[in-house]
């Protein structure tokens, strides 16, 4: 068919084979958003008087009763189900014939036309919500291939286009009677009208033809040819005379056919998308409106929330989770009355329950006012029987490897066709492929929780400021290779109001990898805290990869900041190197470090490098997923990294979030990600003190004398009682166990938090020991223990140093 053939009024003859289309389209207001050519020619009306005006004031669709002598009426209207389509009352395609008076060319009188149309309805984000073809009948008669008065037995319906010959191409070409629009909004009316059903038109049961930009009418004339060719055979006695019953069995046959089709487009519908809540609208969508008008899909709530398979039947206290609801109706009609999310259990004596404790589908041909009490009654304060009284009702329950994971709730309005055997099996049918796609969603989201789970228990939580410091941090999981990964950041209070700070990445990915990074952490968090030197602390790491297995590599860089002498010490092991913002003048450099092998190589020596550092600076260490992408150097993104780590920020998290968008946005990534950056606040001279004492039991009393008088210097009374007994207690232990070389004492001022470090030449670390009633030693370091925020031990390369860390006191 051809929508805008050009031509003079509507009673010209239309070239040989093809007839001018009319296409429609109205909005949700009512009004004509679309006239084309066809439609002007048809109607009667010119496209500047039509859009924007009332469809039902150009397309009739109502009138007097039609004349039963008259085959298809004598009245002015195309017929109720128009006029319903236009209020938005159905939610299915119509179609119909109707002789209409139309308004003829100017100077001359009305003009009887016989209409074949056709009515979509239309949902979606665009303002379209109805779709009209229309054609005139008269049009049709070719002399070539119309025997006189078949064009009275044409009828307008709707068929599978795959029913046809050249399925693919047909439906290719369907854009061509469609309006001009937006690729996207053609490829979404296309859709719907496949969905719905081809437009066709009817010369027999058997004998249909697609309404396509070319249609022609000698395809009708192919089959004349043929049931031609098969009555002279059966005259001829070459073939027997074909018995009435095979009709039946054609019909049969087709209505299986349809289903087996309408299965094999729903499973390949649904399923793209291992999200489960993707995959729940899928299946929603797949159904509606092709097989009912409303479907309501109930899960179990241990598959809702990814708590692995549900164990034991269901009964009547399990509940169900309302995880979509698909349906025709007027936007908002079921939102109030049965919204998603809600979780409800459903009594012995409702179909549901019989669904979901048989596993089999149960049918109610119609829903009586008794059966819709009975289920209205779980509906507290919401009124459900006008949504569901007198519908059309199938449950078909949603299983896998035999255990029922949900059910559909599916319902048809008064006006189709009630749900019958047939529709149970294809039900059934529909409802195990959506079960093996749910149960597969399910396994993923487990699986996923599983391992973000996982993950989360790996990564530290590292306090956002230390001493001298203040650190943000960020991760993101690996986009295609798994949610679980190798990479690793992490943060250890050091003696001295040092902090170390190490960004780690296992080669490979999944839980080998987590696993491996889980061992290599801990192992880094021991060998930190005994406060190794940074390339021992490598070389340490090493060896102890090669131990653990030939396959265990990883790349880290381990950084220890001192703040108060304003000096970074670095050593890497084949990891990128970081970038270091100068607060003097916001520039940016990528540290040059020797680069190192990967932890697990061995044989290869590790180097530190000393960094002056000034107050202010910021330090960015960083995995390779963020700046590596497929198909690019790694310099670009090395670039970049650099670029948007001098960007100003009003925050590290900002600080952070700038440099993920700078470098998440270029597209390839699929490695995860670690990312820490440090701001080096340092610590001023006016907030250290320290004293060196001599090794005499009279320098306690002098340390305590000197701590009660800082703390009083810096406003820190409310510490005075508490640091002094602590203070004491070091000191005696120090002047007790040194060997006679130097003794130091130290206090540090960092927010409202004082530490305390006693250092001396003795090598021998201090234990918490368990002192009795008798014992005269032993009770010093338990009371550190319980009066001190923190506290700890290390050892140096002179000896050693205890420290604790005091908190203001709770008022």
């Not at 490897?401 to 059910?407: C, D, I, K, Q, S």
């Not at 007790?736 to 003794?743: A, D, E, I, N, V």
Request: aromatic share 6%.
């Amino acid at each position: 068919m051809d929508q805008g053939t050009p031509g003079g009024p509507v009673a010209q003859h239309a070239v040989a084979g093809r007839i001018p289309l009319a296409v429609v389209v109205v909005d949700g207001a009512g009004l004509v958003s679309h006239w084309s050519t066809g439609a002007r020619r048809l109607f009667g009306y010119a496209k500047e008087d039509a859009v924007g005006a009332p469809a039902g004031d150009l397309l009739p669709v109502a009138g007097a009763i039609p004349d039963e002598r008259e085959p298809y009426g004598t009245y002015d209207g195309l017929g109720p189900d128009l006029e319903t389509s236009l209020d938005g009352r159905i939610s299915y395609p119509a179609a119909g014939r109707a002789r209409l008076s139309v308004p003829g060319v100017p100077g001359h009188e009305q003009t009887r036309v016989d209409v074949l149309w056709w009515a979509y309805p239309l949902v979606g984000p665009g303002p379209e919500r109805l779709l009209v073809l229309a054609a005139d009948a008269d049009r049709l008669v070719d002399a070539d291939s119309l025997e006189p008065g078949q064009v009275e037995r044409i009828a307008p319906g709707f068929a599978l286009h795959t029913d046809f010959p050249g399925a693919d191409e047909l439906a290719g070409r369907l854009p061509e009677i469609l309006p001009s629009m937006s690729v996207g909004e053609s490829s979404r009316i296309v859709a719907q009208i496949l969905e719905l059903g081809y437009p066709v038109l009817e010369f027999s049961k058997h004998d249909r033809v697609p309404v396509t930009p070319d249609w022609g009418v000698a395809r009708r004339t192919e089959r004349k040819e043929r049931r031609r060719r098969d009555e002279e055979a059966v005259a001829a006695g070459r073939i027997p005379v074909p018995d009435p019953a095979d009709e039946g069995e054609d019909l049969e046959y087709a209505a299986v056919r349809e289903r087996l089709e309408f299965l094999n487009e729903v499973s390949g519908r649904i399923g793209s998308s291992l999200d489960l809540s993707q995959t729940i609208l899928e299946v929603s969508r797949a159904v509606v409106p092709r097989f009912t008008d409303v479907a309501g899909t109930y899960l179990r709530e241990q598959v809702v929330a990814g708590e692995g398979f549900p164990e034991g039947p269901p009964d009547e206290t399990t509940l169900w989770h309302r995880v979509a609801v698909e349906h025709t109706d007027e936007p908002g009609r079921w939102d109030d009355v049965v919204p998603v999310g809600e979780s409800m259990p459903f009594p012995a004596h409702t179909p549901f329950f019989q669904c979901m404790t048989s596993g089999d589908p149960v049918l109610v041909p119609r829903i009586s006012e008794e059966m819709g009490n009975a289920i209205a009654s779980q509906f507290e304060k919401r009124d459900i029987r006008p949504l569901i009284n007198h519908r059309s009702m199938l449950v078909v329950p949603l299983k896998a490897r035999n255990v029922v994971l949900g059910f559909m709730i599916l319902l048809r309005h008064q006006e189709r066709p009630v749900f019958n055997d047939m529709d149970r099996v294809t039900g059934a049918e529909l409802a195990a492929r959506a079960g093996l796609v749910l149960d597969n969603a399910r396994m993923y989201t487990y699986q996923e929780s599983v391992a973000d789970t996982l993950q989360d228990s790996m990564l530290p939580h590292i306090e956002p400021r230390m001493t001298g410091c203040d650190i943000a941090t960020r991760y993101l999981p690996g986009t295609l290779l798994g949610r679980v990964g190798g990479d690793w950041f992490d943060s250890v209070k050091l003696p001295g109001s040092r902090t170390a700070l190490v960004v780690g990445d296992v080669m490979g990915h999944g839980l080998n990898s987590a696993a491996m990074m889980g061992q290599l952490r801990t192992a880094v968090q021991t060998m930190a805290a005994l406060d190794l030197p940074p390339a021992q602390l490598l070389r340490n790491l090493d060896d102890l990869a090669q131990r653990l297995g030939e396959h265990y590599l990883a790349t880290c860089l381990y950084a220890v900041y001192d703040p108060i002498a304003g000096e970074l010490h670095l050593a890497n092991a084949g990891h990128i190197p970081p970038v270091l913002v100068r607060a003097t003048d916001g520039r940016s450099e990528l540290l040059e470090l020797p680069t190192g092998a990967p932890i697990g190589v061995g044989g290869v020596p590790f180097e530190a490098v000393s960094v002056q550092v000034t107050p202010g600076d910021r330090l960015l260490m960083c995995t390779d997923g963020l700046v590596e992408v497929r198909g690019e150097d790694i310099g670009v993104g090395l670039a970049t990294l650099t670029e948007s780590a001098a960007h100003p920020a009003a925050s590290m998290d900002a600080a952070c979030d700038t440099i993920i968008r700078a470098l998440n946005t270029r597209g390839g990534r699929k490695d995860d990600v670690a990312l820490l950056m440090a701001r080096l606040n340092g610590v001023a001279e006016e907030d250290v003190a320290r004293w060196g004492l001599a090794l005499d039991p009279s320098e306690v009393s002098r340390a305590r004398e000197l701590v009660r008088g800082q703390l009083r210097d810096w406003s820190r009374d409310a510490l005075v009682e508490t640091a002094e007994l602590l203070v004491s207690e070091l000191v005696t232990n120090a002047v007790r166990h040194s060997r006679g070389g130097r003794l130091e004492l130290r206090l540090v001022r960092s927010g409202p938090t004082l530490i305390c470090e006693v250092e001396d030449d003795d090598h021998t670390l201090p234990t918490l020991l368990n002192a009795g009633p008798g014992d005269e030693f032993g009770r010093g370091l338990r009371i550190v223990s319980v009066l001190a925020k923190e506290w700890g031990t290390s050892r140096t390369s002179t000896g050693k140093t205890v420290w604790f860390e005091l908190a203001p006191p709770r008022r």
